[in-house]
């Protein structure tokens, strides 16, 4: 099936972004209708269900409408910029629950393979709420970006350091600063310290934020 939701990417666009979804909807089925919908107007390049089956939806050298408005890294509108991946879940909506170990060997391995392809920096593997902590929160804080790392696949670490300042820290790794710090800091919390997510700049979550920035070496 090949999704009609898509269009050029503006020429000489890199493809140097990658953004992990879910879907969100109460199926596969749902989803990938919506999807290839002309209707609605969004789509991906690949959908990975719960089983690990993946479809894939729009070339990678088309633009796919998945992202929004986002921002990451100074960079705004990351659909000219990146591959999207939407991952089969319920999501917060309709009951969200655990990536099952097939599906996230299926990402992992689709991941690897865009990867070989593209000249994505690990920094740049994203959560759509790391892009658009005011609007999304997905994949969330059942995703296991602690087992991509392990496989290679984007960056994250349980170290602690010394707070600095908290929004310059954030602001280095990538977040929009310009919006209203608790969503900011929920989404840095989704993907890197998921045991409360709460929005609140607790002093393990200010000592995390510290450590990732040094991670991502800025
Ligand atoms: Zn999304």
Redesign the pocket.
Known sequence: MISPNHDARPSGAPIDHLVL?YTGMQSAGAALARLCDPAARVSSHYLVEEDGTMHALVPEQKRAW?AGISFWRGVRGLNNRSVGIEIVNPGHEWGYMPFPERQIDAVIALCREILARHPIPPRNIVA?SDIAPDR?Q?PGELFPWPGLAEAGIGLWTDAEADPGDLAADLAAIGYDTSLDPGPVTAAFQRRFRPSLVDGVADLQTAARIAAVRALFGT
């Open positions: 979804h998945h759509h999304k997905d």
